[in-house]
């Protein structure tokens, strides 16, 4: 259970210092560690062996040098060098101090009157900020600093450097990054971020492709929601997101998420991670994102009809298959209801109800299939285009989450391997309207799966998706099961009958891509390597079809 600490030897520094300010505008005396005497800096008082100072002026986040602390035992209670500091009854202090790690063995802890955040001891080579947010009951005197815990690696002796101790009102801090412009001239882009149980525990950054931190962020509450409007330029961006404890933001203490977007186009998203996670996102060109065929589709750009197919055939064909158990996780952190109801419940396209009330909802993992006997029972992992079309577990089709969606293991079992249609009698409805039974108006006079309108571009898009992915072998399919062959045509190019094409570029029409298929689309990409084409550019199926 999260939050458990062990009772271990561990190391504690405190740092601790301050001078009273009647105003509230308390200050950090040489909370740069500007001024030294030998090795040890004026204003701080040393008290143990465990830790020796000195000055340094490199690595340094603020002036002209920082303050190496060199951690040399593993059993010491509170070596710590220290001052206190006066605050006043109702003033709020934003307290900030900046730590770099050396080697991973120790990770810090903010104290401010009390323990607090921790750093990312794996953040090595780099500054990390820790902050706390203060506000005094009374008048008097607190003890502010960092502590630092071993963690596994430790191996006796440690440099840490410490820079840049303040409360946020201190003489000349870092100046804070400029606020975008008034009709921003560049790419305006909205970051969400959504903290779990333990928000202090989470700090991100964003840089530039010149290693400039452009934005960052630590010192949340819990379960708190940060909104904010970003004007970036044209470049490549990194965005690391760090949790101290090494259990990410979801799922296991919260639900927590973050994610960044430009022009309705989810740029990075996620949540689910161990002590910390890096990803990338281009502005400037395409990139995947829905903009001119530039960047991933580059290759793509001028063609039409069949040849812009094989050329996208190739962009996407090169996939890291993860394996068939791994859809557990991917359902998991990205198949949630974030849209309709935002209950955070699993998103299931057989019994979600778009403008009501939901008569099934489904709670991650504990949910998963098992048995069922009814609708509600579980969930499990639906081929949208059924495995017996393409000859059973073969992979990479059995594990491609790009068609492969979380859905009510019941009504996966009605659907069976029927192909998608539009039923005129119903022999079976789910809670949500999907129907089951004899098509008609479609020029097919099978038995046919209906799924309510708000998914049918969804499936459309699925199934033009699995026509490019595997172009090279999907003529072989024909003849795999009957109802594959009720629907494909035995051939690479077009693939689908034409009752089929027609309904398809029908439901892909009336059902455009919406804001739950851009993320989904984003997260197999990070999942996978590929995208759908078709969610990015929901032109192309006109061009080719």
Not at 34 to 50: A, F, L, M, R, V
Not at 101 to 129: C, L
Request: hydrophobic share 30%; proline share 4%; with cysteine.
């Amino acid at each position: 259970m999260k939050r458990n600490i062990k009772n271990r030897a561990y190391i504690q520094i405190a740092i601790l210092a301050g001078i009273y300010s009647s105003s509230g505008h308390t200050q950090v005396d040489n909370g740069s560690f500007e001024q030294w005497q030998q090795n040890t800096p004026s204003s701080w008082t040393t008290i143990d062996s465990g830790i020796t100072t000195s000055p340094v002026n490199t690595p340094v986040q603020h002036g002209q040098s920082a303050a190496a602390i060199t951690v040399n035992t593993p059993t010491q209670g509170n070596t710590d060098i220290r001052q206190s500091i006066a605050v006043v009854a109702g003033q709020t202090y934003d307290f900030s101090t900046w730590v770099y790690h050396t080697e991973g063995g120790v990770k810090s802890r903010i104290y401010i009157d009390g323990y607090h955040g921790y750093s990312n001891a794996q953040q090595t080579g780099q500054w990390q900020q820790l902050t706390y947010q203060y506000k005094a009951s009374t008048s008097k005197n607190i003890e502010i600093g960092l502590r630092f815990y071993d963690v596994t690696g430790f191996d006796g002796s440690e440099v840490v450097y410490v820079d840049n101790f303040s409360t946020g009102t201190d003489v000349n801090p870092p100046p804070p990054p400029p606020p975008p412009p008034t009709g921003c001239q560049h790419n305006t882009v909205a970051f969400s971020l959504l903290t779990d149980n333990y928000g202090s525990e989470t700090s991100w950054q964003l840089e530039n492709k010149a290693g400039q931190v452009i934005k960052s962020g630590s010192g949340y509450g819990n379960n708190q929601t940060i909104s904010d409007t970003l004007c970036l330029t044209d470049d490549t961006y990194t965005f690391t997101i760090s949790d101290s404890y090494g259990d990410g933001i979801c799922c296991s203490q919260g639900n927590g998420r973050y994610e960044f977007s430009h022009n309705g186009q989810i740029l990075i998203s996620g949540g689910q991670f161990t002590a910390q996670e890096q990803k990338q996102f281009t502005l400037g060109n395409d990139g995947g994102n829905g903009q001119d065929p530039t960047g991933y589709y580059a290759s793509a750009a001028g063609l039409t009809g069949l040849a812009l197919k094989s050329e996208l055939h190739a962009i996407i064909k090169n996939h890291n298959n993860q394996g068939y158990g791994a859809l557990w996780s991917f359902i998991d952190q990205h198949e949630r209801d974030r849209y309709f109801e935002q209950d955070n419940s699993v998103l299931d396209r057989y019994s979600e109800k778009p403008s009501s009330a939901d008569t099934i909802n489904f709670v991650a993992v504990s949910g998963q299939c098992g048995s069922y006997r009814a609708e509600g029972d579980c969930y499990n992992r639906e081929h949208s285009f059924p495995k017996s079309w393409f000859g059973g577990k073969v992979e990479p089709m059995n594990s491609d989450v790009h068609h492969i969606v979380a859905s009510d293991g019941f009504v996966n079992a009605k659907r069976n391997s029927f192909p998608f249609g539009e039923v005129g009698s119903a022999s079976y409805t789910s809670s949500n309207g999907s129907k089951l039974g004899g098509a008609s108006g479609i020029n097919y006079s099978g038995t046919v799966f209906e799924p309510i309108d708000a998914f049918k571009g969804d499936f459309a898009r699925i199934y033009f998706y699995m026509a490019t992915r595997y172009e090279n072998v999907i003529a072989g399919w024909h003849n795999k099961s009957s109802y594959g062959s009720d629907v494909l045509n035995g051939t690479s190019g077009l693939v689908f009958e034409p009752w089929v094409i027609a309904m398809l570029k029908r439901w892909h029409q009336q059902d455009p891509v919406d804001a739950i298929e851009r993320a989904r689309n984003q997260a197999a990409y990070e999942y996978q390597g590929n995208r759908n084409p078709f969610v990015d550019h929901p032109e192309f199926v006109e061009q080719i079809w």
